[in-house]
């Protein structure tokens, strides 16, 4: 989509996206330095069009769920990059003191009803979060962003069969990045037009490429609007994962000349090849991007001097405010040892 070099809503959709690329970047870097939580790391690195893309459409209020792909998503609806690194470093000042790590972070401050590590585990929640806004006459929607694997799992098609049935305010974001683990969309189904399973249950559905997130954007507010409505809708975002499954998935499964041709449709690139092209200067686009690279190695400094969560923190958000949390095991024996 051409425009205007001065348009500041590519701008900020640019800086949005470098922000998660950088962002994604330095989790990587976490990783090989020893300090992340875990070793099971995804990055949404060639997806970042698809986080702000579509959640440039929605609003205060929104609800959404992701999967164990969903950090972009979560920066995209101005999540804190310092306690998303500590979170995913697992430290107390994450977002789940260190609990949650990067495939299950939330924050029902800003909507994020959770993240999940199971395939399609997070989209049932969606519908129980679209019902309950209908309930109270609200104009809020719930949005479940899921990646290519899921459409596969007979959940997907449960929540959108009720989604449809109950008129919900309900979108259901499908990330095709191709890849499904190790396998190719092409050989995990048929037909690869996705938006056509979500046609035949009734829903609002397209498919939308995602190298310009201008369009992405124009795709996601048609949607989301019409959910907002009563018209559930289905979103899916056609873009390519740059790099494994996980952090230390070497693709041995993919060609070289396929991911040449898949990391040819940046869509950072582009946007910044767009804003340049209609009149945006170089300097400006290496001023912001200097920035954004200084913000985020701010997040690994402040994850790594972040203090550890204590033991007795494992209990903390588990139990209803005001219950009595249980005494560790551990700290029973040795109560009863001290008696004798």
């Not at 499904?180 to 690869?192: N, S």
């Not at 686009?285 to 494992?314: C, G, H, R, W």
């Amino acid at each position: 989509m051409q425009v205007d070099g001065t348009n500041s809503n590519l701008f900020k959709y640019y800086h949005a996206m470098r922000r998660i690329r950088t962002f994604e970047d330095r989790v990587g870097e976490l990783y090989l330095r020893g300090e992340s939580a875990g070793s099971m790391l995804h990055l949404s690195i060639g997806e970042e069009s698809a986080a702000v893309g579509v959640c440039s459409a929605m609003r205060a209020g929104d609800t959404f769920t992701t999967h164990h792909r969903g950090h972009g998503v979560f920066l995209a609806r101005g999540a804190d990059p310092n306690r998303m690194m500590s979170e995913i470093a697992g430290k107390e000042s994450g977002y789940c003191q260190g609990k949650g790590g990067s495939m299950h972070i939330a924050d029902m401050a800003l909507g994020h009803l959770g993240a999940n590590a199971i395939v399609g585990g997070g989209i049932p929640a969606v519908v129980g979060a679209a019902l309950a806004e209908k309930r109270r006459g609200a104009s809020n929607v719930s949005i479940a962003f899921f990646g290519d694997g899921a459409m596969q799992q007979g959940i997907l098609y449960e929540s959108m069969n009720m989604a449809a049935l109950w008129d919900l305010p309900a979108v259901f974001v499908c990330i095709n990045n191709q890849w499904g683990m190790g396998t190719r969309i092409d050989q995990a189904t048929k037909t690869t037009a996705l938006h056509e399973r979500a046609l035949a249950f009734g829903l609002n559905a397209e498919t939308v490429d995602g190298l310009d997130v201008l369009d992405v954007v124009d795709a996601a507010t048609r949607i989301v609007d019409q959910a907002r409505a009563g018209k559930p809708g289905f979103l899916a975002v056609e873009c390519f994962r740059f790099f494994g499954h996980g952090r230390k998935d070497k693709s041995p499964y993919r060609s070289e000349d396929e991911e040449a041709a898949g990391r040819a449709k940046d869509p950072v690139l582009f946007a910044r090849n767009s804003l340049i092209l209609n009149g945006k200067l170089e300097k400006e686009l290496d001023d912001l991007d200097k920035a954004v690279s200084d913000e985020m190695d701010a997040t690994i400094d402040f994850a790594i001097n972040s203090q550890e969560p204590t033991l007795d923190m494992m209990f903390r958000d588990v139990f209803a405010s005001g219950q009595p949390e249980p005494e560790p095991v551990r700290h029973r024996i040795q109560r009863i040892l001290a008696r004798g």
